[in-house]
């Protein structure tokens, strides 16, 4: 009788085996992902004069507080800064900062408020105003969802467009973080089969 007990916590650990492995290979797949998203180089982004610098919705402050930071580094002259926020939402964020009093600083109303809705306005936006480098601040889990969609419309409405990602860094290892991550996982599966809107569209300023 006795040596049969260790047999149950054999067959618990061939069960368990499986899911310890497709979690550690979800943790590896999250990494470059949604932890360490490809972005550009700060040379980079300031090695010739930024036509604009968008800030996409969401986030924590993460991404106004990258901006700030970012504005007083790049090269003259200044670029229009774009905030994007929801219809109803408070503008308080579109007054003058004070990292970059001369940066003219707009309010950008996507419709829809989504990661597409963004792309599809924005890049109509230089595309009509011939911009050649655009610079997208958004968090680092949400980098390589929004950097699919802005290309689609890139290539689409304004090829000569060059579209420079910088990331506002979240903390990973956090309840919040973890959420975050997989609930942008499902996003990131839908977006080659997300075609709305078909990237065109009118930027929309609110009075």
């Known amino acids: 009788m006795s040596g049969e007990r260790p047999q149950p916590r054999r ?3 061939r069960r368990l085996g499986p899911l310890v492995l497709a979690a550690l290979l979800l943790v590896l797949a999250s990494l470059p992902l949604f932890v360490l998203p490809a972005v550009d180089e700060p040379e980079d982004v300031r090695a010739a004069p930024v ?41 308080l964020t579109c007054g003058a900062l004070d990292a970059a009093p001369a940066v ?3 309010c950008l109303v996507p419709e829809p408020f989504t990661t597409s809705g963004e792309a599809a306005v924005a890049v109509t936006m230089a595309a009509e105003a011939g911009w050649e480098r655009l610079v997208v601040v958004t968090s680092d889990y949400h980098v390589t969802r929004s950097r699919v969609l802005f ?57």
């Not at 800064?81 to 939402?89: E, F, Q």
């Not at 419309?153 to 979240?170: I, K, S």
């Open 11 to 13: 067959r618990r650990g």
């Open 51 to 91: 036509d604009a610098v968008l800030v996409l919705g969401g986030g924590d402050g993460e991404r106004i507080a990258t901006a700030r930071s970012l504005l007083p580094r790049l090269p003259e002259p200044a670029p229009v800064l774009l905030l994007s926020v929801p219809y109803g939402a408070p503008l």
């Open 104 to 106: 003219e600083v707009r």
């Open 151 to 207: 290309t689609r419309c890139a290539e689409r409405l304004a090829p000569g467009l060059r579209v420079l990602w910088v990331a506002g860094e979240t903390e990973p290892v956090t309840l919040r973080g973890a959420w975050r991550i997989a609930t942008e996982w499902p996003s990131l599966l839908a977006t080659p089969w997300d075609h709305e809107p078909v990237c065109t569209g009118e930027p929309d300023f609110p009075a």
